[in-house]
């Protein structure tokens, strides 16, 4: 759109969350501009500001930059923004959520009327609606994969395994499901996570490599790639870190850590199955990150599929029909076998006990993961109530371990290739022997054992009155006992033949509703619409069951039908329900002006003097913003810091020279003197008034030189050297002035 250079100004404008973003823009941008002559221009924080200030005074084209910066730099140098035509939001949620509001909004304010505005997002939250339907004119949406959040050629696995055993399970993934020439990523809580998984799994044999935000700039572009390149197949990665990063031939994606909002969940999975690519995503759940794991299926619209249970020996039975269209569409939760954990300890058990430095790594994480479960926002209480009633007993042997022999104690090799290979029997229980089967139910038997007498029964020989009343109130309430034993043993069937523990979200009816939103909102819908119906596994189109006993003219919900989806998509974050609640509670109120707006709360500070707290009385007005960077600085953001800069480079001078020597040019014209054609004036590189180290060191040699002659050390010398020589015709070997024979010294003198 851009075309060609312009003298006009800056015509583009690109704002970007993070760094890496920006720095992934820039690339791209160099390398589809590279014959078009635009000039581009990054502004990041961390950089140096003389450079930002002499990339503008460069008139560039494209300017790339992070919000914060943008802001400052703008500021400092009293920039104008009226040329600029097109305005892309990069990551549009990101920075709604990063909390740039006030630099968004002082930045849109510098802008002119008649510019474009593209946002770019791979979700698309109501708040980014509301936004369009509030500041933007005939707005238009354009969207790409309508039909489903998640690739097609995507392939799902959720493993249930304890906290502890997560290191083993991701150590043979590793090694024996992951191919050894594919790009795999491991996403985890914390930094201190990556340390230790690196060293890990370095000691195993596994190259790999790390990245988290504090890591060093240029151990991150080192570390990055050595990963691109192949040389270490494996990069171990936290959320933060993980955003902006260009990795276009990704082939797994791990979550060790299981995600807490469904978000992060697709951006952490979309890197894979890309451009018509195949990928897996593979999910360690731990017991207590099962409710994330019902509210992602709640917000994808898919139920829940189980893993079926360890009841029949290997080739004894035949599967049930929803496990294997299940497994072979993905996304079946299941076990791994204790054996495999068990053999993995072991290797892992051996390195800790000879590495001093592994041990400290372990204790470190795990106190960084006792900080980060603090932290992390609770599920909803829906999905914990559904993670409760889930029976970890009945839950059966993953499909993509069908393979492994719990006799010979070796997996097949690469059988992560396809989730469940078509030739091999789905059933859980296939290929282990009835003895691997065995040990399983006896170790659930025991880990569900639940004893039926009370406190007040063990001693079954005693008569008392409490014993015989529990007795009695047993035999009173069996019916009741069995009638829910019954009830809890239906569900679980019921669970297990496919239908899951979670239901899936009202597609159809609430896709209608954010179709008929999105075209009140935007005046073109560029891209597929959603379709009406749902067709069954047979492939035919079949209506929506409706409840009898609801008339759907005149019923009312009482939330939204695409509540779990939006929940999911929130930007400002759902919040446990306690926050909820807390939050409504509070009495905030609100001031008058743009400023008071904003303020949270009253701030108190610590007063040496008068040793207690104390407003901050007439400080009001100094208003702190958050950079990019996490720094507080003032929101005038005038540091005189672009005026200092041009004083240094004297840029001022340099600009009134150019022009005057242009004005004195076109006055002469053709009557100027000289029969040659009229010289452009010189514009050679300036010379710089920083000296080097041996201008410096003539510098002070001359000024040295200067004040000893200038105090008389010239005469004191020569007085000093002529009693030195003196003194040395005395000496001439002990001999006396004026004896008859001179010393051999003597004569020298």
Not at 705 to 710: A, G, P
């Amino acid at each position: 759109r851009l075309k060609a250079p312009s003298q006009a100004g800056a015509r583009a404008l690109v704002l970007s969350p993070t760094r890496e973003l920006a720095l992934q823009t820039l690339k791209f941008t160099k390398e589809l501009g590279k014959f078009t002559g635009l000039k581009t221009a990054l502004i990041l924080g961390g950089d140096k500001m003389e450079d930002q200030f002499a990339a503008l005074h460069e008139n560039p084209d494209i300017i790339i930059a992070t919000p914060g910066r943008l802001v400052h730099v703008a500021v400092e140098m009293k920039l104008k923004l009226h040329t600029v035509e097109y305005v892309v939001f990069d990551e549009a949620d990101r920075l709604f959520e990063m909390g740039f509001a006030e630099q968004l909004q002082e930045i849109i304010a510098r802008l002119p009327d008649c510019h474009q505005t593209v946002l770019f997002s791979a979700t698309l939250p109501k708040l980014l609606v509301e936004f369009a339907r509030a500041g933007l004119t005939e707005p238009m949406l354009i969207r790409l994969d309508v039909e489903s959040k998640l690739s097609e050629q995507l392939k799902l696995a959720f493993f249930h395994v304890r906290g502890d055993d997560k290191p083993a399970v991701l150590l043979h993934l590793l090694r024996s499901v992951v191919k050894p020439q594919d790009q795999t990523v491991v996403f985890v809580a914390t930094k201190h996570h990556t340390e230790y998984l690196k060293e890990l799994l370095t000691a195993q044999g596994i190259r790999c490599t790390h990245i988290y935000s504090s890591l060093d700039q240029t151990a991150r572009k080192i570390n990055i790639a050595k990963f691109t390149q192949g040389k270490c197949p494996v990069l171990l990665v936290t959320d933060v870190a993980a955003r902006g990063l260009d990795i276009p031939m990704l082939d797994n994606v791990i979550n060790f850590s299981f995600p807490a909002k469904a978000k992060l969940f697709l951006h952490r999975v979309g890197r894979v199955a890309r451009a018509g690519r195949s990928g897996t995503a593979y999910s360690l759940v731990a017991p207590d990150e099962m409710p994330y794991v019902f509210d992602l299926h709640l917000f994808l619209g898919r139920p829940l599929v189980l893993a079926g249970a360890q009841e029949m020996p290997a080739g004894k039975a035949e599967p049930a029909a929803g496990i294997r269209v299940a497994a072979h569409a993905g996304g079946v939760l299941g076990r791994v076998p204790q054996s495999l954990v068990d053999d993995e300890e072991c290797l892992l058990l051996t390195d800790h006990e000879g590495s001093l430095e592994l041990r400290s790594l372990r204790r470190v994480a795990d106190n960084a993961h006792k900080q980060y479960l603090r932290s992390r926002p609770g599920p909803s209480p829906e999905s914990i109530k559904r993670a409760k009633d889930l029976d970890v007993s009945q839950l059966g042997i993953h499909p993509l371990f069908s393979e492994w022999d719990a006799g010979e104690g070796t997996p097949s090799p690469h059988q992560g290739a396809d989730l469940c290979p078509s030739p091999c029997p789905l059933s859980p229980g296939a290929r282990f022997e009835d003895t691997e089967l065995e040990r399983l139910k006896f170790v659930d038997s025991i880990k569900t054992y639940k004893s039926k007498a009370t406190i007040f029964e063990i001693n079954a020989t005693s008569r008392t009155l409490a014993s015989t009343v529990m007795r009695s109130k047993r035999r009173h309430d069996r019916a009741l006992i069995e009638k829910y034993q019954r009830g809890q043993q239906e569900k679980r069937a019921a669970a297990l033949k496919g239908q899951g523990l979670c239901p899936a979200a009202p597609g159809p009816e609430g896709g209608e509703e954010e179709e008929d939103d999105l075209q009140d909102v935007f005046s073109t819908v560029v891209g597929q619409k959603r379709k009406r119906g749902q067709r069954g596994e047979d492939g035919a189109r079949k209506k929506p069951q409706q409840p009898a006993q609801r008339d759907e003219d005149f019923y009312i919900p009482y939330r939204p039908k695409d509540f779990e989806s939006e929940r999911g998509l929130s930007v400002s974050g759902e919040g446990s329900a306690f926050e909820q609640q807390a939050a409504g509670a509070v009495l905030d109120l609100m001031g008058d002006e743009n400023h008071n707006l904003n303020k949270s709360k009253q701030l108190l500070k610590w007063d040496r003097k008068k040793k207690r707290f104390v407003g901050q009385t007439g400080q009001e007005d100094k208003k702190k913003v958050r950079t990019e960077s996490g720094r507080y600085i003032s929101s005038s953001y005038k540091n005189n810091l672009y005026e200092k800069w041009k004083q240094k480079y004297k840029v001022d001078e340099r600009d009134d020279d150019e022009e005057g020597e242009r004005g004195r040019e076109q006055f002469r014209g053709k009557h100027r003197r000289g029969h040659g054609p009229a010289q452009p004036p010189a514009r050679g590189k300036v010379r710089s008034e920083l000296k080097n180290k041996q201008q410096i060191l003539k510098q002070r040699k001359k000024a040295a030189k200067q004040r000893f002659l200038q105090s008389g050390g010239l005469k004191r010398l020569k007085a000093r050297n002529r009693q030195r020589v003196q003194e040395l015709r005395q000496m001439a070997f002990g001999r006396q002035v004026g004896t008859a024979k001179k010393g051999k010294l003597r004569k020298r003198v």
